[in-house]
Every structure is written in C-alpha cells, then in structure tokens.
C-alpha cells in the first residue's frame, strides 16, 4: 500500500483522488494553504508520494523544493497532479497510483511512451483517426498531439475552412485540387481529401527536405500517392533560393525569416538553402487551370503575402477560398504587406478570424488590428471572403 499526501491549493483533490487513485491507496494526509504546517508533514518524508494540487502557486512550491534539497530530502516522488509532464518525469507514480482504465492513465502512459521513443529513435508514428503519420521524435508539436490524443492535428480548422467556403463561395468539390501550402509532413491536405473532401486530389508544396521526404512517405502510409502532386520548394513572388530555418521541435514552423528578433529558433547554424518558385508559373508549366483550384490552405510562417503574389493570375481568374496564419507584424516587417493588401483588394472584400467565431470583417481591418507582441504578432487564421459573396 502505498501512503499518499494530497498537497491541495485548488479544493479539488478529494473529487480528483476518488477518480483517479486505486482504492489500495492511502491518503494520509491532505494538506491546505493555512496549514501551519505544511512544510514539517513534506519534510518528514513519511509518504510515498506527493500529489500537488495548484493554480498560479508554483514558486511557493519551488522554493520549498529548493529548501528540501539543500537539506539533502527527495523531491524524486512528488508529482503535480494536473501537469502531464510531472507525471511523465515520474513513470513510477503513474503505475503506484493511478487506475489504469481512467483517461489520465491512458493519456500520461501515452505521453511517457513518446518521451522515452525520443530517446532512441529519430522518427516516431502515430494514428489519427483512421489515418497514420510518421514525423521525426523531435517533433513536439503536431505528431506529439496526435500521439496523445489520436486526432488530426487541425481537423478542427479545415472542417471551418470546408463549412464556410461551401456557405460563402457554394463549392463543388467533385473534382479538383485543394493547395496545400507550407505541406509540413501533410497531415493538413491529407486529412482533407481523405476525411472532408475524398474526390480532390492534393497539390502540396513544402521546400524542407526533411519535411518533405515525411510527406511523401505519409501521401503513401494513405494511400494517397495516386492524388497527389508534391512539389519539394517553397513558394514567393519570384523564382529564388533562400535560406530556410529549421525549428526541431516544431518542424511546421521553419520559415524564411530571421531579422529583426521576430523568427530565431535557433543560433543560425540549422539551416537549409531551399528553392522558391512562383505558384503562377508552376499551375502553367503543368497545365492545371485555375478553375480546378478549390481550396488554397497556406501556412508559411510569414511568408504569406509572397506566396499569394506569386497567384496574382490564379487569383483573378479564381478568386478561390484561402484560409491562412495570420502573421501581421512579419507581413509588416517583410515590406510585403502593402502589395499583398492591394492584390487581395481586388479579388477579396471580407475575412473571417476563425479562433474569432464567425464575425465577417472588411478586408481593410487587417491594416488597423493591433500587432500581438508574440513570435510573428500571429492572431489565428484567417478565412477571405471574394468579393460578391456578401450582399
């Protein structure tokens, strides 16, 4: 039997340790914020574990951690009690305490499983849905999410994007391409002509070689090699090569830029030199016209208003859905902003913020929000509406 002390700053470990503890489990203990003596029960070490509940009171507890250790006392088995990462720094806790049919278990037994993969592998897979994913182990952003939850990273975002340019642009999507731009590993255009849209076929873009070599294997993983065109360069207003920054924690956020303090993921030594070509010239050299052109999905880090005037022609012959990052102080720093406005002003009127609702703005609004102090003054993503849709 193990003896547990429940360290609760929020009222809610009773509820909590009745769901998710065995029932050979002690409590022998529960400790309140005006307990006088809350630090004599943890310095008595006459638990097994220590289950810490709190909300914004972490440097109480890091200071008592640090006292503890300068008087030569474990802080190996004490483990806060909503923080998925304590647990998985504490493998041992998970199988002492938890009941293994409760979602937590399942959930932190998933999280430790990923960790301890990275550890020895350079890739690791995960299933989503009915679709399956392989992405370097690095990656502790979309194949992590999806390893712990099993759901498509974004499935949320596309299934809007679908819903609204069905209301707003009424389109048929019997046939044709939905754009994936700024592909990553694919887990964005395979889940859409897979799961939303299974009559398209797929034309993505993605200049990482790593991520594009992941893209390619995961078109096949699904069986959708015989959909889809993959294009191993980035995307602009002009043919180039450039240098690409590479983020190995988030493989989707490499990108092009690394002035001004806005994209320095690392110290400038992974990096990658990458083609870019104007999508206007690449949809003409194939022959695909622009009626075939469904969905435009673009996530470039920044590099959105070079991506769309490097469409100018597909976008007044179709003025397609585009649903793309929002980066407004990347748009203003790369002096592109302004040439992207007037573009976009003459095919588009309206755009919808979609972590927003559904509230439809004018297009001249983006000129007026205020730029986020976070990494690119991201706001979400954005839905364009063409001119004509809204009376």
């Not at 630090?39 to 507890?61: S, T, Y």
């Not at 920044?302 to 859905?321: D, H, M, R």
């Not at 690119?376 to 509406?385: A, H, K, N, S, V």
Request: glycine share 6%; proline share 3%; hydrophobic share 40%.
């Amino acid at each position: 039997m193990f003896k547990v002390v429940l360290w609760d700053y929020t009222g809610e470990s009773a509820n909590w340790a009745e769901t998710f503890l065995k029932s050979d489990v002690k409590v022998i203990r529960t400790l309140r914020p005006d307990d006088p003596d809350q630090a004599e029960v943890i310095m008595r070490g006459d638990w097994d574990f220590v289950l810490i509940f709190e909300k914004g009171q972490r440097e109480i507890f890091n200071a008592i951690f640090k006292t503890m250790r300068e008087m030569k006392v474990s802080t190996k088995n004490i483990v806060f009690a909503n923080d998925l990462d304590s647990w998985q720094n504490n493998f041992a806790a998970v199988y002492a305490l938890l009941k293994p049919e409760t979602p937590m278990h399942d959930t932190i037994q998933r999280l430790c499983n990923f960790f301890n993969h990275r550890l020895w592998h350079h890739y690791i897979a995960a299933s989503a849905e009915g679709l399956n994913y392989v992405a370097t182990s690095a990656d502790d952003f979309v194949i992590e999410y999806m390893y712990l939850i099993s759901k498509n990273h974004a499935a949320h975002e596309m299934k809007i994007f679908r819903d609204l340019s069905k209301k707003y642009y009424g389109v048929d999507d019997s046939a044709g391409y939905f754009l994936d731009l700024g592909a990553n590993i694919g887990t964005t255009g395979i889940y859409f002509c897979k799961k939303l849209s299974p009559n398209l076929n797929l034309l993505a873009f993605e200049p990482d070689a790593e991520n594009f070599k992941l893209l390619r294997v995961n078109t096949i993983l699904n069986d959708m090699e015989d959909r889809a065109k993959l294009v191993n360069c980035g995307l602009g207003d002009k043919f180039d090569e450039m240098t690409m920054y590479r983020y190995l924690e988030n493989p989707g956020g490499n990108g092009l830029f690394s002035g001004d303090g806005l994209f320095k993921f690392n110290d400038g030594s992974l990096t990658e030199t990458v083609k870019i070509i104007p999508l206007d010239s690449y949809l003409a050299e194939k022959n695909i016209a622009a009626e075939e052109i469904k969905y435009i999905w673009i996530d470039t880090e920044g590099f959105e208003p070079q991506v769309l005037l490097g469409a100018k022609n597909l976008l007044a012959k179709n003025p397609a859905p585009i649903f793309m990052e929002c980066n407004l102080r990347l748009w203003d720093n790369s002096g592109y902003f302004e040439s992207m406005m007037t573009l976009l002003t003459k095919n588009y009127s309206h755009f919808i913020h979609v972590q927003g609702g559904e509230t439809v703005y004018p297009l001249e609004a983006l000129r007026t929000i205020k730029r986020p102090n976070n990494l690119g003054g991201q706001i979400g993503d954005i839905f364009l509406i063409k001119k004509g849709a809204i009376d």
